[in-house]
């Protein structure tokens, strides 16, 4: 391997690292402010120009909080927990492409970490993962909240994979490709995959919805019934983990999303603006819109979360066992039926 | 039992139907309200720049009032010491001296005077309490300090300023 390569691909995995970060803290910022617009309040808006530095003075907050660990606590899984959560949130969008392949400074290089030919499966072994750490987290804690929350998480993630994979499983009947560059490169232009998959892609957000514990199943922090559910022993920074990792999984699912179903970084008349802009400002373009796309589901997920209640627990099982498997697989036949008739048998 | 007014109703619960099992409706009406709330005019107070305008029988800091001639009207009679059920107000009375008469409106008067704003429930019971119409609760709002001591205000918080202050 060259060190050229190495170095391009460390520089474009730092920047990718360091934007989902940033992203995250913004998105801490973003929800109370959207909070507030929903509740007729204005937010914060002490800590710099309309609250920009909010997101630092709670991260400065958090590190200077005092650390309590429980005495009866597994000290070693305690701390693993949250480590675990956000370093699965963190490795998972290694796989996304961010944009077209993009000249600079006289090199083709690509907007991707790695283009692995099963890009999916590996985002869903990360997300899996993921579960792994609340789970940790809240049985090390030794406290029957945490513990419940952390067997809600459990259930509930491996309740809505099944389903989400079932979904996916009928957008691969269109792509033919397990890749997430060809599944982008294949929606050039207008041709985004939801207009093909409307209720698989329906599915798929209920399930990213119950996958990054996001209301209205965020039913493993549960407020109301478990104080604060697997998290109820965490304090200072290994708290701020468990909730950073939250919204970095937001990130990650928005960008899944926006890549398997609204066209990744293709837009209507990209080829037009890619011969005006150049192949340096083009992908840029493209990314941007990426970027864009990202931003409102994550915007979605907020409003969402502002507005519906949390769904009981038997109602969430319900929801996922008797209601979107059914439909999953129904969509599965569906596609499968439409794809032999339009290709021939 | 048979309902004596006619104003009970009895509210059937019906199993809900298939576009009510969707949620989906339900859901995009929900969030077509919120999404209506995020451009109507806020209703957040500014505190510290913008104050809240109050009622006209609002109770907030309490000043010991002067009568006409600037004399405190404080006896020191502790009658509202008495009345306090929160045991926030304590004084030390005193004898009127010769040649104090234009401080003092009567030959009794409060030495020192402390109510502990920590303590007080601003329930109003004290002005009702005062015979001469000495203690009224018509300040502003007691401001947040650090130290438990500071919250302990004496007669140099409390008194009206002098008629001869307010008027230059």
Same mark, same amino acid.
């Given at each position: 391997?060259? $060190? ?8 474009? +995995? ?48 958090? *590190? ?26 963190? +490795? ?6 961010? #944009? ?32 792994? #750490? ?16 952390? $067997? ?37 232009? *207008? ?8 209720? #698989? ?7 990213? *919805? ?18 604060? #559910? ?116 | 039992? /048979? ?38 005019? &806020? ?21 010991? &009032?002067?009568? /006409? /001639? ?26 009127? &001296? ?66 001869? /202050?307010?008027?230059?």
């Amino acid at each position: 391997m060259e $060190i050229t390569f190495v170095i391009e691909k460390f520089v474009f +995995i730092t920047v990718i690292f360091g934007l989902s970060l940033l992203v995250a803290m913004y998105s801490t910022l973003a929800e109370r402010k959207i909070a507030a617009f929903l509740q007729d309040r204005v937010g914060p808006n002490r800590a710099g120009p309309g609250g920009m530095f909010q997101p630092l003075a709670d991260g400065v907050k958090m *590190f200077l909080k005092e650390e309590i660990i429980p005495t009866q606590s597994n000290k070693f899984l305690f701390i693993a927990g949250p480590s675990l959560a956000i370093l699965t949130a963190c +490795i998972g969008s290694a796989v996304i492409p961010w #944009g077209q392949d993009i000249q600079l400074f006289g090199k083709t290089i690509a907007l991707q970490a790695t283009d692995i030919n099963v890009g999916i499966l590996y985002i869903f072994g990360v997300v899996s993962l993921g579960v792994y #750490g609340i789970m940790i987290g809240g049985w090390a804690s030794n406290n029957k909240f945490s513990l419940m929350g952390a $067997i809600r998480a459990a259930s509930q993630n491996i309740s809505y994979e099944i389903p989400m994979g079932l979904s996916i499983i009928a957008l691969l009947l269109v792509t033919n490709s397990l890749s997430l560059k060809d599944i982008a490169e294949q929606q050039h232009g *207008f041709q985004w995959n939801v207009f093909y998959q409307p209720l #698989g892609f329906l599915i798929f957000l209920v399930c990213a *919805f119950a996958e990054t514990n996001r209301t209205p199943f965020d039913l493993p922090e549960c407020e109301t019934e478990l104080v604060g #559910g697997y998290h109820t022993e965490y304090s200072s920074m290994k708290l701020g983990f468990f909730l950073f990792a939250e919204y970095i999984n937001m990130f990650v699912s928005s960008a899944v999303m926006a890549t398997l179903y609204f066209g990744g970084y293709n837009y209507p008349g990209m080829d037009y603006m890619n011969s005006l802009l150049g192949p340096t400002f083009g992908p840029l373009l493209g990314m941007a819109v990426l970027f864009l796309k990202i931003f409102a589901f994550i915007f979605f997920f907020m409003w969402v979360r502002w507005t519906i209640p949390r769904f009981r627990y038997d109602q969430l099982m319900n929801l996922g066992w008797k209601i979107l498997i059914p439909l999953a697989i129904a969509n599965i036949v569906l596609t499968g039926l439409v794809t032999a008739l339009v290709n021939g048998f | 039992m /048979e309902a004596l007014s006619n104003r009970k109703k009895v509210l059937e619960q019906k199993p809900m139907n298939f576009w009510e099992r969707m949620y989906l409706p339900a859901i995009f009406k929900g969030m077509a309200i919120t999404f209506r709330h995020m451009f109507k005019p &806020k209703e957040t107070v500014f505190y510290p720049e913008v104050q809240r305008e109050f009622s006209e029988n609002w109770r907030g800091m309490h000043s010991l &009032k002067r009568d /006409e /001639e600037g004399r405190e009207r404080c006896t020191a009679c502790g009658l509202c010491a008495l009345s306090c059920p929160a045991e926030a107000i304590t004084m030390v009375a005193a004898e009127r &001296k010769k040649g104090e008469e234009a401080l003092y409106r009567e030959e009794k008067y409060a030495a020192t005077y402390e109510i502990n704003m920590l303590r007080c429930i601003f329930c109003g019971l004290c002005e009702e309490a005062c015979p001469k119409e000495a203690i009224y609760l018509d300040g502003p709002i007691v401001p947040a300090d650090y130290l438990r001591k500071d919250f302990i205000y004496g007669k140099d918080k409390l008194v009206e300023k002098p008629l001869t /202050e307010l008027t230059k």
